[in-house]
Each structure stands twice: as structure tokens, then as C-alpha cells.
């Protein structure tokens, strides 16, 4: 990333031989122009965490399948029912949407926590 900008200071005498060759006399001598390059090299913004719990006997995939992600990134979740058992439902951080849906799709937006419900399924 990187910020430039022009800082404009008064100058006292109308000349800019005391700022040195970075400044640039304008307006007719009234003001000096430092221009100012900042750049940030290697600069990320937070990640954060998605932790998946299950409640059962049972297992969930994420993919991509990664400790942290960034913001606003999508994560496929799939809930995979063990024999003898069946998917419930998403809770927690689900973002309010299709808490049936398998597999689903979730958006980070922080450090989140999703359980993955299955239920045994009683024989007939």
C-alpha cells in the first residue's frame, strides 16, 4: 500500500532554499510543496478464526480448509452424517441463513463459531 500527498507550508522569505531539493515553489512564491511518500510494505489486515463444533457422532468440512481467513471471505461448509445418524441443522454464527442447508455457505465476519447438529436416526 502506498500514500502520497503534498503537505503546502507559508514560506518566510518567498524562496524554498530552506527546505531543502524536495520543495517546490507555487503560488508565486507564497507557499513550498513537500511532496511526502509513505509506503507500507507487507501490511495485512486481521484474519480470523472459524471454529466448527459438532454436536453427534459425525463430521464437517470446510473448504477452503485453513486456520484463519479474511474478512468477508466465503467458506463451504458440508456436514457429513455418520451411518445411523442424520443432519440437523447449523447454529451459532450461521449469518440468520438456511439453517438446513448442506452443504452451505458461510461469510467471515470476525472470529466465528458454526455447530453442526446430527441426530441418531431410530430404526422403523
Known amino acids: 500500500m502506498t500514500l502520497e500527498m503534498d503537505v503546502r507550508y507559508p514560506t518566510t522569505n518567498g524562496t524554498d532554499s530552506a527546505f531543502g531539493t524536495d520543495a517546490d515553489l507555487i503560488f508565486g512564491g507564497l507557499y513550498a510543496t513537500t511532496a511526502i511518500r509513505l509506503q507500507v510494505v507487507?501490511?495485512?489486515?486481521?484474519?480470523h478464526a472459524l471454529a466448527i463444533n459438532i454436536v453427534g457422532h459425525d463430521s464437517?468440512?470446510?473448504?477452503?480448509?485453513q486456520p484463519l481467513y479474511d474478512l468477508n471471505?466465503?467458506?463451504a461448509l458440508l456436514a457429513i452424517p455418520d451411518p445411523g445418524w442424520a443432519f440437523s441443522g447449523?447454529?451459532?454464527?450461521?449469518?440468520?441463513?438456511?439453517?438446513?442447508?448442506?452443504?452451505?455457505?458461510i461469510t467471515i465476519?470476525?472470529?466465528?463459531?458454526?455447530?453442526?447438529?446430527?441426530?441418531m436416526v431410530t430404526g422403523t
Open 73 to 75: 471471505e466465503t467458506v
Open 90 to 105: 447449523w447454529s451459532g454464527d450461521f449469518n440468520g441463513l438456511n439453517a438446513l442447508a448442506n452443504p452451505a455457505d
Open 109 to 119: 465476519r470476525g472470529d466465528m463459531t458454526v455447530t453442526a447438529t446430527f441426530l
Open 60 to 65: 464437517v468440512t470446510k473448504n477452503p480448509d
Open 42 to 47: 507487507g501490511a495485512r489486515l486481521p484474519r
